[in-house]
């Protein structure tokens, strides 16, 4: 049977259904990203790094829309201001509605996004990965408020506005962004995404276990610290 998709909202209904993506969060995984590290250990590479260590609440399968993971994208990628914060975090429904395949059963891109060149992939799989794990800390650790680590160590009294502590650089490398938990808790997150296969994202989570120690709050207080990286 050949279906074709004669108008742009037929394809937008089709994505506001909700997707398979699977989770591995597993003590496999874990072992895996620990001998890399001992590897870059053992060639004479010496940056602090977070252990890895298995995240033991979430599921192994979620449910996501990709209308929601675009709006996700929007809104995290978008600075705070006044007036035109709402506007301009829908750019990415504009831009990358047809990224994904319609009628899949699973999260995955379409033949469009698969054929686009190494440059434009390389961003598409960067924001992808970032909007997943603004999905993913709000949906489901609860998080109330995000904010840029470069925004939180450039300018703290924005920080000190939305709530979050005054933060501290311990080393070069910062990660991404920081989310404010429920119970008074925060946590400091990188966000990875990768269209190159498990070896190359596997990789990109030894790294952002390097770049989340990176940050201390200035009151001491201390932070879960999570790497999110998405394969797609």
């Given at each position: ?212 120690p990176s940050i201390a709050f200035a009151n001491g207080q201390t932070a879960q610290e999570f790497v999110i990286a998405t394969l797609l």
């Amino acid at each position: 049977m050949v279906t074709q998709l004669a108008l742009p909202w037929d394809w937008l209904a089709l994505l506001s259904q909700g997707k398979e993506v699977r989770i591995d969060s597993s003590a496999r995984l874990a072992n895996e990203v620990l001998r890399r590290q001992q590897e870059r250990q053992q060639q004479g590479h010496t940056v602090p790094a977070k252990y890895p260590s298995p995240v033991p609440q979430l599921p192994a399968q979620i449910e996501v829309e990709p209308l929601a993971l675009l709006h996700a994208i929007g809104r995290i990628t978008t600075p705070v201001v006044p007036k035109f914060a709402d506007l301009s975090a829908t750019w990415a429904l504009y831009r990358y509605v047809w990224a994904f395949a319609p009628h899949a059963g699973r999260l995955s891109l379409s033949s469009h996004a698969k054929e686009i060149d190494f440059h434009q992939k390389g961003l598409l799989s960067d924001e992808i990965g970032i909007g997943m794990a603004y999905w993913l800390m709000f949906e489901h650790f609860g998080a109330k408020a995000v904010i840029d680590v470069d925004v939180a160590l450039r300018h703290p009294q924005i920080a000190t506005q939305m709530g979050f502590p005054a933060v501290m650089r311990t080393s070069s490398s910062v990660p991404d962004y920081i989310f404010s938990l429920p119970n008074g808790e925060y946590a400091v997150v990188e966000c990875k995404g990768s269209q190159s296969g498990a070896p190359t994202s596997l990789d990109q989570i030894r790294r952002g276990l390097e770049q989340v120690p990176s940050i201390a709050f200035a009151n001491g207080q201390t932070a879960q610290e999570f790497v999110i990286a998405t394969l797609l």
